[in-house]
């Protein structure tokens, strides 16, 4: 299983950027999916996140800008990030409880991250 990160890059502040992460290889099921960022010399914090029905929670920080949303016949995820602030930027990490179809063993998969540049 893998999951693969895409969207991000530079923008200026309150432009707009749409993250995406698809899970592939031996997928059975997805549980929640998520989105995680690390800025340099800070911890990695949630940002948001989303059950397989659609239920989703954000940071306090991103709540009003940010919106999660998933594609289950896809497994996919994507943060659509508007208004976008200086603060915003950091390494953006995907993040997925996974069942794998070999073995039937639910994991927790990271994506490689995908780094977002807001510009002042």
């Known amino acids: 299983v893998q999951l693969q990160a895409s969207g991000g890059g530079l923008v200026q502040a309150g432009g707009s950027l749409k993250l995406s992460c698809a899970a592939s290889?031996?997928?059975?099921?997805?549980?929640?999916m998520g989105w995680y960022r690390q800025a340099p010399g800070r911890q990695r914090e949630v940002v948001a996140g989303?059950?397989?029905?659609?239920?989703?929670n954000y940071a306090a920080s991103v709540k009003g800008r940010f919106t999660i949303s998933r594609d289950n016949a896809k497994n996919t995820v994507y943060l659509e990030m508007n208004s976008l602030k200086p603060e915003d930027t950091a390494v953006y990490y995907c993040?997925?409880?996974?069942?794998?179809?070999?073995?039937?063993?639910?994991?927790?998969?990271w994506g490689q991250g995908t780094q977002v540049t807001v510009s002042s």
């Open positions: 993040n997925a409880g996974v069942k794998d179809s070999d073995y039937l063993v639910t994991n927790d998969y």
């Open positions: 290889g031996s997928v059975f099921s997805v549980n929640v």
């Open positions: 989303i059950t397989s029905d659609g239920r989703a």
